[in-house]
């Protein structure tokens, strides 16, 4: 439980949780820590909390440090529960700390908690002094909350992130220098597919705001911390965030009897020999979560689904939930499925793909089984479409 040294007079003292496997309904198989950050200077100054059954871990660390009842500023970047749910806990040992938060923050704690501490707004373009060391506020609204801001020491060139530039990892490393990088990277990229996603513009916003600043750590809400590879997640937030896609599709299907499954095959090998590479996403056995990662930067969103009860399959339904809400933009969407009398699910997803912004190739529906002559003519009929959709996009 020891407090970590990120510079001279500035440390982690946040809390690690091994157990953690689902986050705002998605997989997070390596756990996550929530980051919290102590300032010593002449005024004492802890940067967020965490979530309230990890508050004895972060009082241990602060207290490492220094006594907590020295502390006097409290920075509350964001007032989301992971993010101030021990914040009733530290204020008992510093009643008399002044917390600072966004309009948004400083109206929503009070609803949050009950409480009435001492409560400062502080807005884009605001400073305060610590002593040798000064704070900036940037707010950053919508990324991914209305109250959302960041704070920036100039003198240090560290960014408090909050949520932008996370990941979800339980580790006893600190630092990029110290976990796999390429982990990292793609736990990054989940949580930006899951959570992020859906605020991409705001995002783009937020990148042009902190444009300039001289960054020599940049320490988020979420997992590690950047140090030595600032520039690799700076370059994959402007390409997220920008709707940049790979030459990629992504095939997600539920299936009964293997026939919808056959279908997704057969379009599996077609886009392959388009020269375009595939993942295969069978609900059954792939979290819509992790799906989602690989969907972020994918040009062809194909959604298969058999007939059931004149509707979708509940897997494939949750997932088009999850995707719509998520609003990934742009892309190529594809309904297939297979049906023994009705047929309503092809419709249903395409009905969904196209409230997501998808250009639509045509649906294909089977019913029954299709044999492998009958899956050749699917084939052979997808291929005269997505070359005319290659063409369309050169």
Same mark, same amino acid.
């Given at each position: 439980?020891?407090?970590?040294?990120? /510079?001279?007079?500035?440390?982690?003292?946040?809390?690690?949780?091994?157990?953690?496997?689902?986050?705002?309904?998605?997989?997070?198989?390596?756990?996550?820590?929530?980051?919290?950050?102590?300032?010593?200077? $002449?005024?004492?100054?802890?940067?967020?909390?965490?979530?309230?059954?990890?508050?004895?871990?972060?009082?241990?660390?602060?207290?490492? *440090? +220094?006594?907590?009842?020295?502390?006097?500023?409290?920075?509350?970047?964001?007032?989301?529960?992971?993010?101030?749910?021990?914040?009733? @806990? *530290?204020?008992?040992?510093?009643?008399?700390?002044?917390?600072?938060?966004?309009?948004?923050?400083?109206?929503?704690?009070?609803?949050?908690?009950? /409480?009435?501490?001492?409560?400062? $707004?502080?807005?884009?373009?605001? %400073?305060?002094?610590?002593? /040798?060391?000064?704070?900036?506020?940037?707010? #950053?609204?919508?990324?991914?909350?209305?109250?959302?801001?960041?704070?920036?020491?100039? $003198?240090?060139?560290?960014?408090?992130?909050?949520?932008?530039?996370?990941?979800?990892?339980?580790?006893?490393?600190?630092?990029?220098?110290?976990?796999?990088?390429?982990?990292?990277?793609?736990?990054?990229? /989940?949580?930006?597919?899951?959570?992020?996603?859906?605020?991409?513009?705001?995002?783009?916003?937020?990148?042009?705001?902190?444009?300039? !600043?001289?960054?020599?750590?940049?320490?988020?809400?979420?997992? *590690? &911390?950047?140090?030595?590879? *600032?520039? @690799?997640?700076?370059?994959?937030?402007?390409?997220?965030?920008?709707?940049?896609?790979?030459?990629?599709?992504?095939?997600?299907?539920? #299936?009964?009897?293997?026939? %919808?499954?056959?279908?997704?095959?057969? !379009?599996?090998?077609?886009?392959? @020999?388009?020269? &375009?590479?595939?993942?295969?996403?069978?609900?059954?056995?792939?979290?819509?979560?992790?799906? =989602?990662?690989? +969907?972020?930067?994918?040009?062809?969103?194909?959604?298969?689904?058999? %007939?059931?009860?004149?509707?979708?399959?509940?897997?494939?339904?949750?997932?088009?939930?999850?995707?719509?809400?998520?609003?990934?933009?742009?892309?190529?969407?594809?309904?297939?499925?297979?049906?023994?009398?009705?047929?309503?699910?092809?419709?249903?997803?395409?009905?969904?793909?196209?409230?997501?912004?998808?250009? =639509?190739?045509?649906?294909?529906?089977?019913?029954?089984?299709? @044999?492998?002559?009958?899956?050749?003519?699917?084939?052979?009929?997808?291929?005269?479409?997505?070359?005319?959709?290659?063409?369309?996009?050169?």
């Amino acid at each position: 439980m020891q407090a970590v040294k990120i /510079k001279d007079g500035i440390y982690w003292v946040g809390g690690i949780d091994w157990d953690l496997r689902n986050f705002h309904g998605y997989l997070t198989q390596k756990g996550s820590t929530y980051n919290s950050y102590l300032l010593m200077d $002449e005024k004492v100054t802890l940067i967020d909390n965490v979530k309230y059954y990890l508050f004895e871990e972060q009082l241990t660390r602060i207290s490492k *440090i +220094v006594d907590p009842g020295r502390i006097e500023y409290i920075i509350q970047n964001h007032i989301e529960m992971d993010h101030s749910g021990s914040l009733p @806990d *530290i204020m008992k040992y510093c009643p008399q700390a002044t917390i600072l938060a966004s309009p948004k923050g400083a109206e929503g704690l009070p609803l949050h908690f009950k /409480k009435s501490w001492k409560l400062k $707004e502080v807005k884009s373009g605001d %400073t305060i002094n610590l002593g /040798k060391r000064n704070l900036h506020f940037v707010q #950053t609204p919508m990324v991914h909350w209305p109250d959302n801001m960041v704070s920036y020491c100039p $003198e240090e060139r560290l960014l408090f992130s909050n949520d932008a530039f996370g990941q979800h990892i339980a580790s006893s490393e600190r630092f990029d220098d110290e976990y796999p990088f390429q982990v990292i990277m793609q736990e990054a990229r /989940k949580y930006y597919a899951n959570i992020v996603l859906p605020y991409s513009h705001q995002v783009r916003k937020a990148l042009l705001e902190l444009k300039g !600043l001289e960054l020599e750590f940049i320490c988020p809400s979420h997992g *590690i &911390i950047w140090k030595n590879r *600032i520039n @690799d997640i700076l370059r994959a937030y402007e390409s997220w965030s920008a709707n940049e896609t790979d030459k990629k599709a992504v095939i997600i299907y539920g #299936t009964m009897w293997q026939s %919808t499954a056959k279908i997704a095959y057969t !379009l599996q090998s077609v886009f392959e @020999d388009n020269g &375009i590479r595939t993942e295969m996403k069978n609900l059954q056995w792939n979290h819509i979560s992790d799906i =989602m990662t690989d +969907v972020m930067t994918a040009r062809y969103i194909c959604v298969g689904s058999p %007939t059931l009860n004149n509707n979708i399959l509940p897997d494939v339904a949750a997932f088009l939930t999850y995707l719509k809400g998520l609003a990934p933009r742009g892309r190529v969407g594809l309904a297939f499925g297979s049906y023994g009398w009705g047929g309503q699910s092809i419709n249903l997803i395409e009905e969904t793909l196209r409230a997501c912004g998808f250009r =639509m190739l045509p649906s294909i529906r089977f019913q029954y089984v299709p @044999d492998k002559n009958e899956l050749d003519i699917i084939g052979s009929e997808f291929n005269e479409h997505l070359k005319i959709n290659l063409k369309e996009e050169k």
